[in-house]
């Protein structure tokens, strides 16, 4: 997990999380409004999650990545976390 | 991830996920009071989170990753994630 001197580096966390939801979406093409119709997330909100903005829940995390085919485990994977 | 008929299991995976809390913790002896100190999180908070009666934000779960020396894939590796 990314750490900042013994510290979570939440900020990190979130933006790699956002990242790693962003290019699963792009691999397969689809835009953020699909995404965020397919997750039944508002459309503002999804922007925000790709870009770090939000400390998501568990079960809007497994929503996307239903939509996206892929697991919380998965999109969670990314090297920050 | 648990599907209900296409739905998300998702009083499921929180069940599941608060039970890989669990777990987790008791295979470190660690009282839930103990956890939820480390993890810096509310100690009834952290009870509802081991219940499966909460959405749980993903730095929670990262907080409460570190606390155990896991990882938040680790904790939603859980067959029902």
Redesign the interface.
């Known amino acids: ?1 990314a750490r900042v001197s013994g510290q ?1 580096d ?1 900020l990190g ?2 933006t790699a ?1 956002g990242a790693a939801i962003r290019s699963a979406r792009q691999a397969k093409e689809l835009s953020q409004e699909a995404l965020a119709d397919a997750a039944g997330i508002d459309r503002s909100h999804m922007g925000k999650i790709e870009r770090g903005e939000r ?5 809007n ?3 996307i ?2 939509a996206l085919s892929s ?3 998965t999109l ?2 990314a090297p920050n ?1």
Chains 1, 2 share one sequence.
């Open positions: 997990m979570l939440e966390m979130l999380l400390n998501v829940t568990i079960l995390i497994a929503r990545a239903k697991s919380p485990s969670l994977a976390w």
